[in-house]
């Protein structure tokens, strides 16, 4: 049995790490840091030590989450940075010491829509918000120092020192890069960015309208204006949330509380003469939904819905405007992108210059410190905070 301190040769990869981890026992109570065992990886599994981790609001979702498909104890976490420890056998694109980026998403490379140019939706690990591995139904690798089955969290868990993941749900990078930065691609920037670049396809001098500028929605200005649009319209219901957003791109903003008697559909119509070209839902509200597809231009627009509501959540719409005025409304997992093609390119974009990863992190703190992490973000006073592993 090894400590933290492994080196992964081949003698220590078969055998369980004790370490460090923020385990999650009970919805919205602290998350308490434990000593756990973390099993040698599978075959077609790979064995990380996390570099450093960054916070989501899906943690916080998850986290406070007291019906299916939560469930306790679990390790949460998915936006992180690491460097392969130990491989399974069959995995052949990693070897012990490359970093990479673990993602929620799968990119097998092997089924129908992974060759695709269509979709970022693997059909051989369909996503679904699962407790195990994703070969190995009812298979966690991380216990407790009693025995305890700790379950898993979007196939990542980066919420300790180590994790297993599947090599379909990691992606080398260069290990050159900022950990700090490039650990946002893992999730959050990654998805509002290329939910502008790749699933609504922003046009130069195009009118974007985003609905909730938290750090998802900021990574849709961004990505919006990367793309070159010309108006980049916030809503939110924090006036302060306009300033933070001219730094990524917004250049108009409304305040959806001091509408008065008029929808926020109603004023985005009369501020763009008849509706958005691109609109974001970034907040996880099937209502929202509806006023975005309602300020979406008639016979081009497009809506694209980000956010995560609650489990049954419906979305109704009105069949006349569904079928008169031609507009689209599409989902966005991650943004849309292929992790293993996409995240290397916006990591170049990063190296150029053109996106701009230092200013979503706006906090550092020790992995000790996650509990106060969780309560800036709660409290919406960070974008981004990164939690330093050792």
């Known amino acids: 049995m090894e400590n933290g301190n492994s080196s992964g040769d081949n003698k220590s990869s078969r055998k369980p790490i004790r370490c460090k981890a923020a385990v999650s026992r009970k919805a919205g109570e602290p998350l308490v840091m434990e000593e756990i065992m973390v099993a040698p990886p599978q075959p077609y599994e790979v064995r990380i030590r996390i570099i450093c981790t960054a916070l989501c609001h899906s943690d916080v979702t998850f986290w406070k989450l007291q019906v299916p498909p939560a469930c306790f104890p679990r390790i949460l976490g998915h936006e992180a940075i690491g460097v392969v420890e130990s491989v399974g056998e069959n995995v052949k694109e990693v070897v012990e010491g490359d970093t990479v980026l673990p993602t929620f998403m799968p990119d097998c490379g092997d089924c129908v829509d992974c060759k695709s140019h269509k979709s970022n939706l693997c059909s051989k690990f369909p996503f679904k918000v699962s407790p195990w591995m994703p070969r190995y139904e009812n298979s966690s690798r991380f216990t407790d120092l009693n025995g305890q089955t700790l379950f898993h969290f979007l196939n990542v868990s980066s919420f300790s020192e180590y994790t297993v993941l599947d090599v379909a749900n990691v992606v080398k990078i260069d290990s050159s890069i900022p950990p700090s930065r490039a650990c946002l691609l893992s999730c959050g920037v990654s998805t509002g960015v290329g939910a502008a670049w790749e699933t609504a396809k922003v046009e130069q001098g195009s009118t974007v309208v985003i609905f909730g500028l938290g750090s998802i929605g900021l990574a849709v200005a961004e990505g919006a204006r990367l793309c070159g649009a010309s108006r980049i319209i916030g809503v939110d219901i924090n006036p302060a949330k306009f300033q933070v957003g001219q730094n990524f791109g917004i250049t108009e903003f409304v305040n959806s509380m001091t509408c008065e008697k008029k929808s926020v559909s109603e004023v985005i119509n009369e501020m763009t003469g008849g509706g958005a070209d691109y609109c974001f839902e970034c907040?996880?509200?099937?209502?929202?939904?509806?006023?975005?597809?309602?300020?979406?231009r008639q016979g081009w627009g497009k809506t694209i819905t980000l956010g995560v509501d609650k489990p049954g959540s419906q979305i109704c719409l009105d069949s006349f405007d569904v079928l008169h005025h031609g507009k689209i409304l599409m989902g966005s997992l991650f943004g849309g992108l292929k992790?293993?093609?996409?995240?290397?390119?916006?990591?170049?974009?990063?190296?150029?210059?053109?996106?701009?990863?230092?200013?979503?992190?706006?906090?550092?703190?020790?992995?000790?410190?996650?509990?106060?992490?969780?309560?800036?973000?709660?409290?919406?006073?960070?974008?981004?905070?990164?939690?330093?592993m050792g």
């Open 339 to 388: 992790a293993k093609t996409h995240i290397p390119l916006l990591l170049k974009r990063y190296l150029s210059n053109e996106l701009e990863l230092d200013k979503f992190v706006t906090h550092e703190m020790k992995f000790e410190e996650i509990n106060d992490a969780f309560q800036l973000l709660l409290e919406g006073k960070c974008i981004r905070c990164v939690l330093w």
């Open 283 to 296: 907040v996880g509200s099937s209502s929202l939904v509806q006023e975005a597809y309602a300020c979406c």
